[in-house]
């Protein structure tokens, strides 16, 4: 019963079977998974979704899985939409910190677990800054299968750390940025039954970060608001979304004409994507001596590189960098005045609204959603 | 617009009018707000509550306040109930942990607060583990009042400790027990401005509470599991569920005889309520020495004593001490085998419910909720 047709390389439009496991394209990029349309439109109705349960896993036709009845459930809601009093702007937080483990990275594993399950796969591995690996090693143990995970140990943070262990994750701490734990990642597998769950290097994540913006098109009545402010490492929350919206648009269900502008925000200390933007390129060179306090932002090189600049071009959005002193003081000033306590990568998202704000990118007719990634109580906060 | 009538005395039944401050009755103990239930079931159909976003929220006419379009909102949801795998009876999880703040005392702190300030009060003093202090923070930055909480300096979640910190209270540590910040608090504001949101010394916190109630009975079709088991320390869930059951009986909306037994899970080391319940008595003594690891059930005296007791008789439910191994213990299995990482407190109602399932008094026909008061991710983990 899914409407899944088959995988397309986003590169040359190659196809591949979806009943088979996948990791990249032959020509080394993203797999897509590309659904049947035209049936699906005459046969759902988009009002059904909002009288299901289950969170993202309502969406079930625009997902991959073939047993909903069977997929991993801990508890997936729909996250709130939260009005800050900042008046400049009409500003909303999306809270992604009510999924379970705490982050949006429950989405996409959600999916890659569950789909990885159906394809006969039961031992799932990856790099992680932290929140992916917690997800995956949660989802992994509800389904019986093993994680194995490999993070920098110099930032990743020790709940993160924690709760992957109490959850049952192998885990490894590297010397390195996250694109040397992928290697790492590789070296271990390699010649094993490891399946290798990395960011857009299978195609089913993609598909649970979608639910990102259909979850936001059911929300706001099938419009969108006019920003989407999203704190871009991988990316992959930022081209799922797109890749979301442009299914509904061609499901009929969201006009082309009132698509959001789409905002990638990263640290000043690894901008790679706000600098390839900047140049105009297709693909983002690697950011050397990449650093920041908002560890699921320090990514200096991500095979979504072209996926993402392609989305911000489409979008008319933008690409911007803020300090982590700006970091922190909108994190301070969004918990003591508005009671919200945001992940790092959350504040990084209201740092860089107030700058476009105040460079009138964003103007008071505008409505915005911020996208904060992670429940703030995961790390260690700038109290002092 | 509010179906509220007045306050009355929970030991003697006096009344007092609801549109005026007031802390425990003049016989020294909690008030309880009553409402006009007769024109209520005329007016209000119970279907009417699904149809509204906001969480706790939509329950309006059987809450307090006055006017909802300007209560403090934070992104309330309803809290998600999740299967256990564990197949010795139907046991689900409740995860209040996805709350505002990340805990259950979301709710009580948001009606407390969103209720002093239509009262005129501008200053929120309590005592807390940690938890509460967390939530009347957040609440009162978002309507601009000041927050003061005292709480114990050797078991308080650091994060708590953190998040209060962020959020905007005023916060003291003190070397003593919940009950010994409680007289710290009356100490520091006898004779100020400052107002005392104790649990169940003002009439509020225990309607928030109540919620909890009113949202498994929504959540159940308006029918309830048999068995519901909730870590037990002031007390304010466990004898506000109960109120709100009854209110739902007196409505017509649920059945009398099938109300589900009520269980209260204390720590070994701090069980006053179990001993109570244990000798038949009506008021609990305070526990001398009292020590676990679940900071939020380490409350050696509670003011809603009595009303728990009547609780637990009245429900033909149960008290229960589990030993902090024993906390651990399920804590890490909920975590390595269902992917649920539980409070401590929570924990502490599954080894509670594998007591009760060894010694028969829960067998394989019930239907369990087991409380997670909050998330996982604000403690230090039992991760060797």
């Given at each position: 019963m899914s409407f899944l047709q088959h995988l397309q390389c986003s590169l040359n439009g190659d196809v591949y079977p979806a009943d088979q496991v996948h990791a990249l394209s032959p020509a080394g990029r993203p797999l897509l998974c590309r659904y049947d349309l035209k049936r699906l439109r005459q046969?759902?109705?988009?009002?059904?979704?909002?009288?299901?349960?289950?969170?993202?896993?309502?969406?079930?036709?625009l997902l991959p899985c073939t047993d909903y009845s069977s997929v991993p459930r801990l508890g997936e809601i729909k996250t709130p939409l939260i009005s800050l009093r900042d008046r400049r702007a009409r500003?909303?937080?999306?809270?992604?910190?009510?999924?379970?483990?705490?982050?949006?990275?429950?989405?996409?594993?959600?999916?890659?677990?569950?789909?990885a399950r159906e394809l006969g796969l039961h031992q799932l591995a990856m790099p992680s800054n932290g929140n992916a690996g917690a997800a995956l090693a949660a989802y992994a143990s509800r389904c019986d299968m093993r994680s194995l995970v490999?993070?920098?140990?110099?930032?990743?943070?020790?709940?993160?750390?924690?709760?992957?262990?109490?959850?049952?994750?192998?885990?490894?701490?590297?010397?390195?940025?996250?694109?040397?734990?992928?290697?790492?990642?590789?070296?271990l597998i390699t010649g094993t039954d490891w399946f290798d769950?990395?960011?857009?290097?299978?195609?089913y994540r993609l598909e649970g970060k979608k639910t990102m913006g259909l979850e936001l098109a059911e929300q706001y009545g099938w419009k969108l608001p006019s920003v989407i402010v999203y704190?871009?490492?991988?990316?992959?929350?930022?081209?799922?979304?797109?890749k979301g919206f442009k299914e509904l648009v061609e499901l009929g269900w969201l006009q082309q004409s009132?698509?959001?502008?789409?905002?990638?925000?990263?640290?000043?200390?690894?901008?790679?994507?706000v600098r390839a933007f900047a140049e105009g390129a297709d693909e983002a060179r690697r950011w050397d001596n990449a650093h920041t306090l908002a560890a699921g932002i320090r990514v200096p090189a991500a095979v979504g590189d072209r996926l993402m600049l392609q989305t911000l071009r489409e979008s008319n959005g933008t690409a911007i960098a803020v300090s982590d002193?700006?970091?922190?003081?909108?994190?301070?000033?969004?918990?003591?005045?508005?009671?919200?306590?945001?992940?790092?990568?959350?504040?990084?998202?209201?740092?860089?609204?107030?700058?476009?704000?105040?460079?009138?990118?964003?103007?008071?007719?505008?409505?915005?959603?911020?996208?904060?990634?992670?429940?703030?109580?995961?790390?260690?906060?700038?109290?002092?």
């Open positions: 046969q759902v109705d988009r009002d059904v979704f909002a009288t299901r349960d289950g969170g993202f896993w309502c969406y079930e036709e500003i909303v937080v999306k809270d992604e910190g009510r999924l379970p483990t705490g982050s949006f990275k429950a989405r996409g594993l959600a999916l890659a677990v569950a789909r490999v993070c920098p140990a110099d930032n990743t943070p020790q709940m993160n750390i924690d709760e992957m262990r109490m959850q049952g994750a192998e885990l490894e701490l590297l010397d390195g940025m996250i694109d040397d734990c992928g290697k790492r990642v590789r070296e769950v990395s960011t857009l290097k299978e195609p704190p871009t490492g991988g990316g992959t929350g930022l081209i799922g979304m797109w009132e698509l959001p502008r789409m905002v990638a925000v990263q640290a000043d200390g690894c901008a790679p994507i002193a700006h970091i922190v003081s909108a994190w301070k000033q969004l918990a003591s005045s508005e009671g919200l306590l945001l992940c790092p990568e959350g504040a990084a998202t209201y740092a860089a609204c107030q700058q476009l704000l105040d460079t009138g990118w964003i103007s008071k007719d505008d409505e915005v959603v911020l996208f904060n990634c992670a429940t703030g109580l995961k790390y260690p906060l700038p109290v002092t």
